[in-house]
Antibody, heavy 121, light 107 residues
Framework: QVQLQESGPGLVKPSETLSLTCTVSGGSISGYFWSWIRQPPGKGLEWIAYIYNSDNINYNPSLKSRVTISVDTSKNQFSLKLSSVTAADTAVYYCARRRVVGVTVDAFDIWGQGTMVTVSS | DIQMTQSPSTLSASVGDRVTITCRASQSINNWLAWYQQKPGRAPKLLIY???NLETGVPSRFSGSGSGTEFTLTISSLQPEDVASYYC?????????FGGGTKVEIK
């Protein structure tokens, strides 16, 4: 079955750029909506961005000025870049898939295990 | 943005109890609501989609109801393995938003 795996540095310095990659295995990355979601320690979930087939992208307005999401279909991967990070960006970052049923874009049915990113000097 | 408000934030109940969690949206999201279960140190797991549809493999003691702005997640008979945090999520429109979560404990 489809599995997601996040990868990237666990420690990022303030003001630098956080870069994460999600590798999709067991299925094609094409034809689905792929998202990044984060969860600060002890807090709730925040959706960051989604991408669909590289030409349909949407960002959370609260992060839009600092976020870039992209997809590499040849590697079955999609990526997140978050610039000018501060301690407030410290969180577990999850990648997740929204399934598509006919013309309906549904809930997040598959999640990666998550990766902890700490912003600290 | 559509705000999702969950209540209660914490819930303590006995094994076998019926448990209900409420989620309110700041405007109508039709039936585009999902419920997730998150155990400590784990990724969220989809329980319910489109407000009342049980995800494959999820025990039938979980059920969802509601439409528009008011939704509920019910556990008909609480089991020890149901100790977790539960989140509702709007996927009617972007930005996709989550409720603040409800932590369920065993009394």
């Amino acid at each position: 079955q489809v599995q997601l795996q996040e990868s990237g540095p666990g420690l990022v310095k303030p003001s630098e750029t956080l870069s994460l990659t999600c590798t999709v295995s067991g299925g094609s990355i094409s034809g689905y909506f792929w998202s990044w979601i984060r969860q600060p320690p002890g807090k709730g979930l925040e959706w960051i961005a989604y991408i669909y087939n590289s030409d349909n992208i949407n960002y959370n307005p609260s992060l839009k000025s600092r976020v870039t999401i992209s997809v590499d279909t040849s590697k079955n991967q999609f990526s997140l870049k978050l610039s000018s990070v501060t301690a407030a960006d410290t969180a577990v970052y999850y990648c997740a898939r929204r399934r598509v049923v006919g013309v309906t874009v549904d809930a997040f049915d598959i999640w990666g295990q998550g990766t902890m990113v700490t912003v600290s000097s | 943005d559509i705000q999702m408000t969950q209540s209660p934030s914490t819930l303590s109940a006995s094994v076998g109890d019926r448990v209900t969690i409420t989620c309110r949206a700041s405007q109508s999201i039709n039936n585009w609501l999902a419920w997730y279960q998150q155990k400590p140190g784990r990724a969220p797991k989809l329980l319910i989609y489109k407000a009342s549809n049980l995800e494959t493999g999820v025990p039938s003691r979980f059920s969802g109801s509601g439409s528009g702005t008011e939704f509920t997640l019910t556990i008909s008979s609480l089991q020890p393995e149901d100790v977790a945090s539960y989140y509702c999520q709007n996927y009617n429109s972007v930005p996709l938003t989550f409720g603040g979560g409800t932590k369920v404990e065993i009394k």
